[in-house]
């Protein structure tokens, strides 16, 4: 037991007698000797709150390749009323001993002079800037003088240390390929929202938070306090978008259609590659198209994706799509046979071909070689309207792709229980009187290549989140649309339209049994009739005996060469890149052998 328990509770009295004693003094101090004081400094001191920027998403081509990536860029602003107030001082190496420094004062006008040289502007336009925003507001604490500057411009400027000089980083996009894959990409507005393409449709994968973060900044020098810092919110990163793109293909094919569209003074193209197995677009190339870093330097109709977005009507190329359903309904086979006129009159309809000719006798193979459209009518009328309308929503038609690409459209098959008319009933029998996009053309060979299963089309592989996980972004489950046996004949008979068609040597790739058609269509007006240029276009598969790729080319008005002669180049020079790039084994036995009339 302690001897002195008195002395130690004295001793603590004592203690707690002098701190009570001390805050009683501090107290008095801050709140009567120095009220006047603190408050004035506290008038020099302000509260602010400062963004916390998270990382927007990468999008990424099928190997990884960076299409668009998220940048710091900053914009410059200073306070024209603290410029007014004197010399700006700065330390340098004294010239008398370099080993010590001193304190110069910098003028207002060589301040500006140096500010100017960084930030690409003249001493005296800055000087015109300050001056504006005090004959405005005397008391004017803040203007721009220059937005949207790199990191390197702003570590200049930081450089030197003009306290009443800030810059404002905010994130900004870049696109390093440029306009590779510019129609797919789209692209952001100055505000930092997505505007258009990928962009706008996967902004939930690719958008960030922002966080935010309190501190107090000193008003005399606009210098934030240290230690005053206080994180609010913190900030989320956007996960990366991987594309099935491959960006090196992508390239070669929009130069390609860009060389053809110059050649043919063609108003626009689009390109599209497919995998025929798994549906994945590997390129869709659409030209004129846009660079994303400067959307505004072309017109506002390139700057998307007409593969997605520009329905037209097909023309020829969808004969393939209506024999596949008359066959698959058991309604007729390769070597069925009509004979077919120049000029077809049903139930008030008026068909022609597109060539003159006596009645001529042709299988259904012979009427794909020649693209007739009186025999595609004689085939078509074979089965019910209500039968061939469910074939083409099997297909895919009618409706937006699973991309759900931004402003996609679902073409129109014009169809409300049944065709207006008998003009359109028929016409839709060989692709007129109704409107499809690209994308849904390629999804159509798809099917046909990939033994009369369709799969779901794709652009985007997954989203990968910042923790890692991959989202999937769609189903990979195909739909079958024709049996297996109907697409082998269509196959077989597009084989020889390839091999005996009037374009067979301007798309030869030797080495390849190939299965496609061409197409030429009449463009409408938009009031009921038709323009006099045409929509000229290609499509088909490749190897034909193990389908690997479907290739489709449409090209709008090519004033040089109006008919599908200027899409088979396209055609076959793609088509020739993907098999080699992809180093598809070239086919062994030759195309079957189908007769074109009887």
Same mark, same amino acid.
């Given at each position: 037991?302690?001897?002195?328990?008195?002395?130690?509770? $004295? !001793?603590a009295?004592?203690?707690?007698?002098?701190?009570?004693g001390?805050?009683?003094?501090?107290?008095?101090?801050?709140?009567?000797?120095?009220?006047?004081?603190?408050?004035?400094?506290?008038?020099?001191?302000?509260?602010?709150?400062?963004? &916390?920027?998270?990382e927007?998403?990468?999008i990424?081509?099928?190997?990884?390749?960076?299409?668009?990536?998220?940048?710091m860029?900053y914009? /410059?602003?200073?306070?024209?009323?603290?410029?007014?107030?004197?010399?700006?001082?700065?330390?340098?190496?004294?010239?008398?001993?370099?080993s010590?420094?001193?304190?110069?004062?910098?003028?207002?006008?060589?301040?500006?002079?140096e500010?100017?040289?960084?930030?690409?502007?003249?001493?005296?336009?800055?000087?015109?800037? &300050?001056?504006?925003?005090?004959?405005q507001?005397? !008391?004017s604490?803040?203007?721009?003088?220059?937005?949207g500057?790199?990191?390197?411009?702003?570590?200049?400027?930081?450089?030197?240390?003009?306290?009443?000089?800030?810059?404002?980083?905010?994130?900004?996009? *870049?696109?390093?390929?440029?306009?590779?894959?510019?129609?797919?990409?789209?692209?952001?507005?100055?505000?930092?929202?997505? $505007?258009?393409?990928?962009?706008?449709?996967?902004?939930?994968?690719?958008?960030?938070?922002?966080g935010?973060?309190?501190? $107090?900044?000193?008003?005399?020098?606009?210098?934030?306090?240290?230690?005053s810092?206080?994180?609010? !919110?913190?900030?989320?990163?956007?996960?990366?978008?991987?594309?099935?793109?491959?960006?090196?293909?992508?390239?070669?094919?929009?130069?390609?259609?860009?060389e053809?569209?110059?050649?043919?003074? #063609?108003?626009?193209?689009?390109?599209?590659?497919?995998?025929?197995?798994?549906? *994945?677009?590997?390129?869709?190339?659409?030209?004129?198209?846009?660079?994303p870093?400067?959307?505004?330097?072309v017109?506002?109709?390139?700057?998307? %994706?007409? #593969?997605f977005t520009?329905?037209?009507?097909?023309?020829?190329?969808?004969?393939?799509?209506?024999?596949?359903?008359?066959?698959? #309904?058991?309604?007729?086979?390769p070597?069925?046979?009509?004979? #077919?006129?120049?000029?077809?009159?049903?139930?008030?309809?008026?068909?022609?071909?597109?060539?003159?000719?006596?009645?001529?006798?042709?299988?259904?193979?012979?009427?794909l070689?020649?693209?007739?459209?009186t025999g595609?009518s004689?085939?078509?009328?074979?089965?019910?309207?209500?039968?061939?309308?469910e074939?083409?929503r099997?297909?895919?038609?009618?409706?937006p792709?699973?991309?759900?690409?931004?402003?996609?459209?679902g073409?129109?098959l014009?169809y409300?229980?049944?065709w207006?008319?008998?003009?359109?009933?028929?016409a839709?029998?060989?692709?007129?009187?109704?409107?499809?996009?690209?994308?849904?053309?390629?999804?159509?060979?798809q099917?046909?290549?990939?033994?009369?299963? *369709?799969?779901?089309?794709?652009?985007?592989?997954?989203?990968?989140?910042p923790?890692?996980?991959?989202?999937?972004?769609?189903?990979?489950?195909g739909r079958?649309?024709i049996?297996?046996?109907?697409?082998?004949?269509?196959a077989?008979?597009l084989?020889?339209?390839?091999?005996?068609?009037?374009?067979?040597?301007r798309?030869? /790739?030797p080495?390849?049994?190939?299965?496609a058609k061409?197409?030429?269509?009449?463009?409408?007006?938009?009031?009921g009739?038709?323009l006099?240029?045409?929509?000229v276009s290609?499509?088909?598969?490749?190897?034909a005996?193990d389908p690997?790729?479907?290739?489709?080319?449409?090209?709008k008005?090519?004033?040089?060469?109006?008919? %599908?002669?200027?899409?088979a180049?396209?055609f076959?020079?793609?088509?020739?890149?993907?098999?080699?790039k992809?180093?598809?084994?070239?086919?062994g036995?030759?195309?079957p052998?189908?007769p074109?009339?009887?």
């Amino acid at each position: 037991m302690s001897r002195h328990p008195t002395r130690r509770i $004295l !001793a603590a009295g004592v203690a707690l007698l002098l701190l009570v004693g001390w805050f009683v003094i501090r107290l008095v101090d801050i709140q009567v000797v120095r009220a006047a004081e603190l408050n004035e400094a506290s008038r020099d001191v302000r509260s602010r709150i400062d963004t &916390i920027y998270g990382e927007r998403g990468e999008i990424l081509d099928a190997n990884g390749t960076v299409l668009a990536e998220s940048v710091m860029r900053y914009d /410059i602003a200073l306070s024209p009323k603290q410029a007014m107030v004197g010399p700006v001082s700065r330390t340098q190496p004294d010239p008398a001993d370099p080993s010590k420094t001193i304190e110069v004062e910098v003028p207002l006008d060589q301040v500006l002079a140096e500010l100017g040289a960084v930030i690409g502007t003249s001493g005296e336009q800055l000087r015109a800037v &300050i001056d504006a925003s005090l004959e405005q507001d005397p !008391a004017s604490d803040f203007a721009f003088v220059a937005k949207g500057v790199d990191t390197a411009t702003y570590e200049e400027v930081k450089a030197l240390k003009v306290p009443w000089v800030v810059p404002y980083e905010h994130p900004s996009r *870049r696109y390093p390929n440029g306009a590779v894959a510019g129609n797919l990409l789209g692209f952001m507005g100055d505000d930092g929202d997505a $505007l258009a393409g990928l962009e706008l449709s996967e902004d939930r994968c690719l958008a960030a938070e922002n966080g935010e973060m309190r501190s $107090l900044r000193s008003l005399t020098d606009w210098v934030t306090i240290p230690g005053s810092e206080q994180l609010v !919110a913190a900030a989320r990163d956007g996960g990366d978008l991987q594309l099935t793109i491959d960006a090196d293909l992508q390239y070669f094919v929009q130069r390609v259609a860009a060389e053809q569209v110059a050649a043919t003074q #063609a108003e626009w193209a689009t390109v599209t590659v497919m995998e025929a197995k798994t549906g *994945r677009l590997l390129a869709v190339a659409d030209v004129p198209t846009v660079d994303p870093n400067a959307p505004t330097s072309v017109d506002s109709d390139d700057r998307g %994706s007409r #593969a997605f977005t520009a329905p037209f009507e097909p023309g020829s190329t969808f004969k393939s799509l209506t024999s596949a359903s008359v066959i698959d #309904a058991g309604e007729a086979t390769p070597t069925s046979r009509v004979t #077919a006129p120049y000029r077809y009159e049903p139930d008030g309809a008026d068909i022609t071909d597109s060539f003159g000719h006596d009645p001529e006798r042709w299988t259904m193979t012979g009427m794909l070689v020649v693209s007739s459209n009186t025999g595609m009518s004689l085939f078509g009328e074979r089965i019910s309207d209500a039968e061939r309308y469910e074939y083409m929503r099997a297909f895919g038609l009618g409706e937006p792709t699973e991309v759900g690409f931004a402003s996609e459209a679902g073409g129109d098959l014009n169809y409300d229980d049944g065709w207006p008319d008998s003009q359109t009933r028929y016409a839709t029998m060989f692709g007129q009187g109704l409107s499809t996009t690209a994308v849904q053309i390629a999804s159509v060979y798809q099917t046909i290549a990939n033994g009369g299963v *369709r799969m779901p089309v794709t652009l985007v592989d997954g989203c990968r989140m910042p923790d890692g996980t991959l989202e999937d972004a769609a189903s990979t489950e195909g739909r079958r649309v024709i049996s297996e046996g109907a697409a082998e004949q269509t196959a077989a008979m597009l084989e020889r339209v390839y091999e005996d068609a009037w374009v067979s040597d301007r798309w030869e /790739i030797p080495g390849y049994r190939v299965a496609a058609k061409t197409g030429t269509a009449q463009v409408p007006d938009g009031a009921g009739g038709y323009l006099s240029g045409y929509l000229v276009s290609a499509a088909g598969f490749a190897p034909a005996d193990d389908p690997e790729f479907v290739v489709s080319v449409s090209i709008k008005n090519p004033v040089k060469m109006n008919s %599908s002669a200027a899409a088979a180049p396209v055609f076959q020079q793609v088509m020739s890149q993907v098999l080699k790039k992809y180093r598809t084994v070239p086919s062994g036995a030759p195309a079957p052998e189908l007769p074109a009339n009887w």
